[in-house]
């Protein structure tokens, strides 16, 4: 580690303590500057895209020339009759999928974690992340397989043990489970990589302390496990809230019919078709902003939640 | 690992194995199907809904593929993107990701910020196109890969790993002589492989499925990644073009969909079990002593 | 963590050297990745120059070559629908027969769109660039109005063929009153019917000829189970109101094509008899078992399945599509022989069929890179040739004797389809001409020449829309979303969760969020244009 001593002005009560941590700290400066380049140029240079949801943006006009509209797009989302069910759905929609699916990594990684045995738990893992590869046109695709009233096996089950039919995929009932279970399955196996990659850095001894007092197994889990991953959970959880409110809207698209719109439809399949197909730029970007605003409040809330119980948040 | 004996543990372990063969199963069962299905027959594959062992094996589908020149090229291209830009990638990730956890760095909270920022809001297609033409990437390999170089979310998890390293390691390497970047490089890479491992896959995975950068930046078909291609030969299929295709061209069959989903996928899902071994249990044990 | 240095180290640290050397290197190469000295830039923003043209003055039409012997050279953006980029061959004898030298830039269909846009908004789009189909006028419109794009409709009178364009889908491609566009001709009305033959024969049943005989054939197909084990499924449909049965059925309703006059006024076809009609035909066929159950949510491969296991017996949609039909079916049912049909009467004993606007995507000329009249005309005057013969049976077919063969003076294209696929079929993705000056092709199936025949007859009876080349402000801002209150009550009221005072509301609630005003705006229009 350099001497500061060397390079500090010869007179210590001029330089300010700040001064002086900078220039200690000029090589850790150094190794984030490529990445705070990357982030000035490609996120932060673009975003004055955002500005175009004040104006009624023409893009050849550009944004100096096309006219600016103030509030008026955000006046036409709030107005729109249907905002308070896109509201209302895509945060149902936001709390169905953290509060369903952030169990699922975890236990599954825990899972993992207790066998023993190499070959079985390197198979498994394998074979648990695949789904995420899958589009979501093939997983809606075949969830339609199994579920189809014309001959689905799900249905064809249910009358070969003498129940009735379910109408899966026309009942809007029926629509929301459906979403979360294939989100869950498609990204609870993706999910548990980097859960084991905290697992694997807690000390075994720990373990063999725990079972030299007498802990079972799931006490075991409970007491040193778990907390060894808790800021892991509590990293991803908010940062998960940052990007489900995102959502993925292929998903969302290809679930939406005419039978569950009421319940599925969300700001971002609503500003597809009332902005993206038409070609309403300042519109849609207007929702986006909304949207990612909403996103951003639930972030700052949990990160604020999440320090004020001892934990480090995201920032 | 020394195994407990007694009768909870055996039972634990019974309902675990138990629990995560049904999990396996639900999970690779569809999967399972669709690599099977890119080897059946497109009759069979119409016939029935689930194939598990296809009656008549046959690689028509896979021949459709391969008889492309474009495919080897593209896999090439492909190959590529991943390798150089998972190692730029993870070079200037790990080191920003290492720089913020200095708690005494001035402005790091705010940077934090910043960088949770861009997860939440972005400037649109167009704006970013623009940035990429003005930098002189477009129709470049390059503008598959800086453009998305560093992902906040995998900076944001490798920052947190980085942290919680336990502090004793670093202020001995301090003590040591060893400057920042000895540390980081002597130090904390080799006792991180793990989140190392994950956010590499993470990465590859990023630049394997890499697709709208190519479509929006490259022009040149020659530079196309294979993604692009086998979307072409799925979307073709799937009738998403509302205007209706003349009536000469055939529609791929199912199973040449099937085969796009395997040659798409499997080399990338072939990384994890590589990858596997660097989730080595215990490395830090031993390091930090007293 | 870091505790304050009380000992000088002797050298820099080997590891600061070499950490720092790294930081600077990764900087410098994203710099220099960004500066690669040469024109990286779209070469289409910077091809096409105009040619000199020698003494004729530049009024003159261009499409006499005379003038100017250089090839003319631009890039064309275009969709691709094959995996991959075709080979040159054609593109080589185009550039011959037209005396070009065109850059095709192809755009993968899946992003089209996206690709137009990213383009139109930086100013790089190419001297000619296709609009991939009907429904993506609505992201250029803005662009066309605020006069991004040429003019073209003055000019055309001055080719050849260009003036004999079809003057209906002139006006239908028109913006604003204005011709912008070239457009890749379709057939006016190409749905109809495909039916099991086989099993209309086993049943006595000849072709359908009503609404009525429709659903007789659905009732006795179903009944007599020829597919076996319960698994019959009469109709086969999908969820699309408009390219699956609904629509087509619609005209045989007598509802109008998206909208009809009714009492001197346009209105929107949903609120006419023969649309309620057309739903409670549809919702009877569901309650009683005549349709697959999931059709609102059935996909067009899922439908086009349940016919190729030779489960279904009717399938309303595109004609031409019989081809695969046949083919793939014959390949599970071997017995399976299908029909087609589209002379179904409507309420006053006609038969009548909805029209598509008559082409399938447009070519504009932008601006941005055409720089002047001159480079338009000469421009023109190399697409005017896309309607000769030559070069149109070029494009559409391929290259005698490598991609098809004559017989009878009929095209019969070649049997391998993956050459096709590699060398000429993405080309019709560049052809303008679909069937003026274009050879006939034979067809080695019967039912597929005749489902041909039968479309071409159709153009006699097609419904035009009214609408096609009107403006409605609030249809465009808002009408989609409004669609949607119509696509979800229609199906809702079909699968019977809706009746017929829920499907008013309905209407009554598009009508309140904005469809009054479309009603109005489009009305005006429509006298403004009589």
New interface residues.
Partial sequence: ??????TVAPNPKRTSR?KK??L??R?????????????A??????????L?SFQEY????GVMNSPWVGFRQFHRLFSD??FWNLFRNTLALFFLNIVFYTPMPIV?AL??N???RTA?K??????????H???W??VV??T??ML??????VNDMLQYFGFHEI?F??DSAYARPIYVIQAI?REA?WGT??Y???I??????L??AA?MDGA???RQIWHITLPAIR??VI??LI?RI??V?DHSFEHVYLVI???N?QVMDIFDT?VY??GV????YSYT?AV??FK?FI??LL?MLSNWLARKFGE?G?? | ????K?L??RL??II??T???I??L???L??L??VMGSFATAEEIARK??ILIPEHFSLNAYRYILSTNAIFRALGVSVGITVVGTFISM???S??A???T?R???GR?T??????????????L???F??VMN?GMIDTYWSMI??T??S??N???MR??F??LPEGIEESA?ID?????GT?FKIVLPLST??L??IS?FYA?QYWNSYQNAILYVNDANKWPLQVLLRQVVLVA?GFSADTTHDFVQPPEQTVKMAV?VV??VP??LV??FL?KY???????GSVKG | M?K??N???RT??HW?KW??AM??A??LA?LLAGCSGKDNESESANAGAAQPTGSAPASAPASAAATDNKPLKFTIMADLHTPEVPTEDILKLLEEKTNTDITIQWVPDGSYDEKF?AS??T?TLPEAAFIKNQ?SI??????IE?G?FWEIGPYLKDYPNLSKLNPDVLNNTKIDGKIYTLYQERDLARSGIIYRKDWADKLGLEAPKTTDDIYQMLKAFKEADLAGNG?T?GLADR?DLIYGSFKTLSSWFGAPNGWGEVDGQLVPDFMTQGYMDTMKFIRKLYTEDLI???F????K??QQN?MYTGRAGMYIGNLPDVKTMQEKTSKNVPEAQYDVTNTIAGPDGNPRLWAVPGYGSLLLFPKSSVKDEDQLKKLLGVFDKFFDPDVANLLKYGIEGKHYTMQDGKVVPIADVKVLEKEATAYLGLALADYTNITPSLYTLPVMEKANNLVKAAADFAVPDPTAALTSKTQ??????LQ?MI??A???FM?G?LNESGFQAAVKKWQD?GGADIIREFNEAYQNGQ
């Avoid at chain 1, 023409?58 to 006009?61: A, F, L």
């Avoid at chain 1, 694997?200 to 001894?205: C, L, R």
């Avoid at chain 2, 002589?177 to 970047?181: A, E, I, T, V, Y």
């Avoid at chain 3, 465009?476 to 979303?481: F, H, N, W």
């Fill in positions: 580690m350099e001497l500061s001593a060397s700040w941590r900078v200690r700290n090589y850790i400066y150094l190794m984030i500057l490529p990445g705070l380049l990357y982030f140029l490609f996120k932060y240079l673009p975003m004055w895209g955002l175009i023409v893009p050849t006009k009759p249907d599954l899972m993992l207790e066998v023993g079985f390197r198979i498994v893992q394998t074979i648990v992340y695949i789904p590869f899958l589009s046109v093939i695709s075949i339609f397989v189809t009233l014309d001959g689905g096996i109408n995929l026309l399955w196996g990589i980097v084991l990659a905290a694997s850095a807690i000390d075994p001894g373990y063999e079972r079972g197994r799931l800021s892991v990293v991803l940062l940052g990007s409110i019919n005419s039978m719109r609503y078709t009332a197909q038409q070609g309403q970007t986006g902003f990612s996103g951003l972030v480090e995201v920032y | 690992m020394v195994q407990d007694t909870g543990s634990f372990d675990n194995y629990l995560l063969t999990v396996s639900i999970v690779f569809p999967f199907h669709v809904p689930f070079f200037v990730t080191m920003m290492y720089g913020l200095r005494d760095l001035d909270k940077i934090n910020f910043l960088v949770v920022f861009t997860m939440l809001f972005s400037g649109g167009i704006p970013s623009l940035v930098l800086i453009p170089a560093v906040a979310f900076l944001v998890i947190s790993f942290a919680n301090r002589g060893c400057s920042d970047f980081f793990a989140v491992a994950t896959l995975v799937s989903i798409a996928t990338i899902l994890y079990p596997q989730f080595a249990k215990g490395a830090l044990v | 870091n304050a240095l000992k000088p180290s820099v640290s600061t950490g720092s930081s600077a990764a900087v994203s846009q139109l908004a100013g429904a609505a992201l250029v419109r803005s662009a605020s991004q698994n499924i969820n697959n159950k999931d609102p949510v059935t996909s491969t899922d349940l465009i801002e808002k009408g989609a979303r949607d696509t979800d229609t199906y809702q699968v969760k969020q």
